[in-house]
């Protein structure tokens, strides 16, 4: 397993943007996909986006995609999510997860660390 921390979250109007962060440390991070995902108030955790090892394949879910955008970088340890355009409806807390598979997905059953979220709030 790895031990991953989220940083970035906060208060934005929207139509804003936030990128957050998510520093990863263990021996087998750079072999692990990454994802992020949310949970919004009295909402089960909904799958965000995905990376692959290298970060050459990403995914996101339909309602984020052409706002949202998933990267890493391995000499770092640290995977980004940097979020545009956000709506009141992106207010949530995100976490990112891992996945020692290497496979980029949305079933987080498979993801097998996760880090302590942080909150994002969207609202004027």
């Known amino acids: 397993q790895v031990q991953l921390v989220e940083s970035g979250g906060g208060l934005v109007q929207p139509g804003g943007s936030l990128r957050l962060s998510c520093a990863a440390s263990g021996r087998t991070v750079s072999s692990n996909a990454m994802g992020w995902f949310r949970q919004a108030p009295g909402k089960e955790r909904e799958f965000v986006a995905a990376?692959?090892?290298?970060?050459?394949?990403?995914e996101a879910a339909d309602s984020v995609k052409g706002r949202f955008t998933i990267s890493r970088d391995n000499t770092k340890n640290t995977v980004y999510l940097q979020m545009n355009s956000l709506k009141p409806e992106d207010t949530a807390v995100y976490y990112c997860?891992?996945?020692?598979?290497?496979?980029?997905?949305?079933?987080?059953?498979?993801?097998?660390?996760w880090g302590q979220g942080t909150q994002v709030t969207v609202s004027s």
């Open positions: 997860a891992a996945d020692p598979s290497g496979m980029i997905h949305a079933v987080q059953s498979a993801y097998n660390s």
């Open positions: 990376i692959s090892r290298r970060g050459f394949k990403t």
